[in-house]
């Protein structure tokens, strides 16, 4: 019995290190692009770290969370057999029918995307300190102090979000196409 235990524990241990590298590394090439728009905005408006940190957040979820809208819907309606048929009258649209449609899912995603923003603050934080932390310690390149930051982050964001917070899952779903 402690034998299996242990064993599933250093599986578990090393599917969780697995997990953390595949979510590290295009998170790593997103912040790549994210630092460089955050300088640009901290230059150029002349904002604090965080102000700046918030915003390109915004700016760099922005279209994530366009993209994972609109997918499913595309992928949906590409994959019906009824697609390219005209509806019946009574089922049609009008134009102000379909400036609404866009209109409130602009505005839906942009809320969404902000929601997302400040809840990924306390992880920017931590993936802040940890990158700081290493800088001091280590002798490191700069983008290895920046991926170690962004594993270790992935890391404790999978372990809040498995173990701690389950429910997480549906919520974010839940926001993402039906909410709000």
């Known amino acids: 019995m402690p034998l299996e235990f242990i064993t599933g524990l250093i599986l578990g241990l090393i599917d969780l290190i697995r997990l953390s590298l595949i979510v590290a ?3 790593f090439f997103v912040v790549l692009v994210g630092q460089l728009l955050g300088k640009k905005i901290e230059a150029k408006f002349e904002q604090s770290w965080i102000v700046s940190a918030f915003i390109t957040t915004f700016i760099v979820l922005l279209p994530i969370v ?3 809208y609109l997918i499913p819907y595309a992928l949906g309606y590409f ?9 019946p009258e009574f089922m049609q649209l009008t134009v102000i029918d379909y400036a609404m449609m866009v209109i409130l899912t602009i505005i839906k995603n942009v809320i969404t995307a902000f929601i997302f923003a400040v809840l990924l603050m306390p ?3 931590f993936a802040a300190f940890v990158d700081e932390k290493f800088k001091e310690k280590t002798k490191l390149p700069e983008f290895a102090n920046l991926f170690i930051a962004i594993f270790l982050t992935a890391f404790a964001a ?5 173990f701690i917070f389950p429910w997480i899952y549906a919520a974010i779903f839940e926001l993402l196409w039906w909410g709000l």
């Open 25 to 27: 590394i295009p998170v």
């Open 123 to 125: 992880l920017l934080f």
């Open 79 to 87: 994959a019906s057999p009824f697609a390219g048929m005209p509806l």
């Open 158 to 162: 999978w372990i809040i979000l498995l």
């Open 66 to 68: 366009f993209l994972a």
